[in-house]
């Protein structure tokens, strides 16, 4: 079946403007996940949807990154007033409750 | 805080080799510890170990945890160069699905 799907693929922006990163996840998949993963680092956990419950948003390094999702569908990570220090290869997973995530493509956001 | 911590940093051999990467981790309610494989953007899922002392295997590739000391190993035998990546070690907690990442070990293997 379909794998985790985001877009765009590549995105480059300017200083001060805001972006909106989209990620659909595996149908069926009650959690979705927002990591992202600065150039030779690991992936850093930003937020997670489980099904109706609060979204843990532990990650979310400023209150410049929010994110929303749809029941158990689409998710949008938005960031306002981009920095360079944002620009970082976006990753969302999906999972079943309790499973394995699995994720998809990730976006690479440049900001000049 | 939770925490993982791999190594070495990056490892280059020759198809062929035989080698070991180290994944050590400190978490509150530990559940379980994951072995991704990163090509070039999405991390594709290897392993997930819950238990100590029993292996999980595929192919050339096997794990294994060791609660006790909270480490864990990944093997790979007879190396080919399609093993280059990225191996991504991660942990979960009890309370919580979200997986902490350790950074990596990079892996090339050269003909």
């Known amino acids: 079946g379909a794998g985790v799907s985001q877009s765009p693929s590549n995105k480059v922006t300017e200083k001060g403007k805001d972006v909106e990163l989209r990620c659909d996840p595996i149908?069926?998949?009650?959690?979705l996940y927002w990591y992202r993963q600065r150039l030779g680092q690991g992936l850093e956990f930003l937020i997670y949807?489980?099904?109706?419950?609060?979204?843990?948003k532990s990650g979310l390094p400023s209150d410049r990154f929010s994110a929303e999702r749809t029941g158990e569908s689409v998710s949008t990570l938005t960031i306002q007033r981009t920095q360079q220090e944002d620009s970082a290869v976006y990753l969302c997973?999906?999972?079943?409750?309790?499973?394995?995530?699995?994720f998809g493509p990730g976006t690479r956001l440049t900001v000049l | 805080e939770d925490k993982v911590v791999q190594s070495p940093l990056s490892l280059v051999v020759h198809e062929g080799d035989t080698v070991t990467l180290n994944c050590s981790y400190e978490?509150?309610?530990?559940?379980?510890l994951l072995w991704y494989k990163q090509e070039k953007k999405a991390p594709t899922f290897l392993f997930m170990l819950?238990?100590?002392?029993i292996e999980k295997k595929s192919g050339r590739l096997s794990s294994i945890l060791d609660k006790k000391e909270l480490f864990s190993i990944l093997n790979i035998t007879a190396t080919q160069t399609g093993d280059s990546a990225v191996y991504l070690c991660?942990?979960?907690?009890?309370?919580?699905?979200?997986?902490?990442f350790g950074t990596g070990t990079r892996l090339q293997v050269f003909p």
């Open positions: 997973a999906s999972s079943p409750l309790g499973g394995t995530q699995y």
């Open positions: 149908s069926g998949h009650t959690a």
């Open positions: 949807f489980q099904g109706n419950s609060a979204p843990d």
């Open positions: 978490v509150t309610n530990f559940r379980s």
């Open positions: 819950t238990s100590s002392g």
């Open positions: 991660a942990d979960r907690a009890y309370n919580t699905d979200k997986l902490i």
